[in-house]
């Protein structure tokens, strides 16, 4: 009798599991009906991509290590960048000039990105107790991320001693691996190890959100381009891509389909899809309206994996950075790439296009920035 009740509750969560699967399997024969004709085959009709002139134009030479991360400013002509040699700098595309160059206490600057109004600095770098900081350099804000937990911020002053200022605002209990200003700089919106991401507040260091539904590392998160700014996405090394509610912390859609590490996600500028690149070397679109992925960019001549994605200011063109050194700009419409760009001589770390939409940022192990 003891035995029969044991044997119950395991009974019971094999059955619940297959009927779970069960019922997965309907929902998918559902949408498979709906399924009626491809991305590609819709675009048919649309005129082939025939040229590009995309070459590299500027080359930025500074940094003695891995460039880890870059983010263009708000004025589309400013470029920060972090590496692994302690350094973050400020650029001006136009003339390659360094305007600021910042040391920092450790070797790993791991990321950087411009806040909206420019008065806030954050950095986060792998040391003890120090990992999210925010300086301010003369009105541009610069968020960090780095290998450790603790969040940590404060105003960069040229003037006296920063370190006199510093706030720790919050503490994952793992390295945090992402971070983005949520359309003020009031907040802070992080990615970690830990599986999950956080809302913060700035000025008082509350934990404003969190966000649990992943289970593994968070790699990446971007936010969706609308005023409000309430919806980001999120990816991970569970293989999955998660949408989140900032306002209630649930995650409203999940999708699945890569086989390895999403190391990039991307809001499409019209908010309804999402771009991801991993590292099983392909790059894909996720409808929200369909709930679906709907598109996957790949050859078989691609074997490396994916490190950074971005789209062009029209949605048409999806550029990707991947570990063969080179960046593969695809049609997002007909699913077929345009054109390879070469140029980096390690493998392609970030890339981002400009505000404008004018002009394309690289970022390489090679310790290069590149522009086109």
């Known amino acids: 009798m003891e035995n029969e009740n044991k044997d119950c509750p395991v009974e019971t969560i094999e059955s619940l599991t297959k009927e779970a699967e069960s019922l997965k399997k309907k929902l998918e024969d559902e949408r498979q009906k709906l399924n009626d004709v491809t991305l590609a085959t819709a675009a048919d009709r ?6 590009m002139n995309i070459k590299p134009r500027r080359t930025l030479k500074g940094h003695q290590a891995k460039v880890l991360c870059s983010d263009w400013s708000p004025d ?9 040699d302690g350094k973050m700098i400020i650029w001006d595309a136009f003339t390659t000039n360094k305007e600021h160059a910042v040391t920092m206490p450790t070797t790993w600057v791991m990321a950087c990105a411009y806040a909206p109004s420019g008065n806030l600095v954050a950095c986060g770098y792998i040391i003890r107790d120090i990992t999210f900081k925010t300086f301010c350099v003369q009105g541009i804000i610069f968020p960090f991320r780095g290998l450790d937990n603790k969040v940590t911020v404060y105003p960069l002053s040229l003037e006296e001693d920063v370190s006199l200022k510093k706030k720790t605002v919050g503490t994952h209990t793992s390295y945090m691996s992402c971070c983005i200003f949520p359309n003020s700089d009031q907040q802070i919106l992080t990615g970690s190890g830990d599986s999950t991401c956080a809302l913060w507040d700035v000025e008082s260091g509350q934990l404003l959100q969190s966000f649990h539904g992943h289970s593994a590392d968070v790699m990446s998160i971007d936010l969706a ?7 980001f996405v999120s990816g991970s090394c569970d293989k999955m891509v998660l949408i989140w509610d900032m306002r209630s912390g649930q995650c409203v859609q999940s999708f ?4 390895s590490d999403v190391n990039s996600v991307k809001f499409h500028p019209s908010g309804d899809a999402v771009a991801t690149g ?4 392909t790059c894909r679109l996720f409808d929200l309206r369909a709930d679906k992925e709907v ?4 050859k078989e001549s691609i074997i490396f994996g994916v490190n950074s994605v971005d789209f062009s200011v029209s949605g048409r063109l999806l550029f990707a950075g991947y570990n063969d050194y080179t960046v593969n700009v695809w049609d997002t419409l007909k699913c077929v790439r345009v054109c390879l760009l070469y140029g980096h001589e390690n493998r392609v770390s970030c890339l981002q296009v400009s505000p404008d939409g004018t002009a394309l940022s690289t970022g390489s192990w090679d310790y290069t ?3 086109g």
């Open 256 to 259: 699945e389909g890569h086989e």
């Open 278 to 281: 991993s590292d099983d070397a």
């Open 225 to 231: 381009p609308s005023e409000t700014g309430n919806t």
């Open 46 to 51: 649309l005129d082939i991509i025939n040229y």
């Open 76 to 84: 589309k002509r400013h470029i920060v960048s972090s590496s692994q």
């Open 295 to 298: 598109a996957m960019y790949s």
């Open 369 to 371: 920035l590149r522009l």
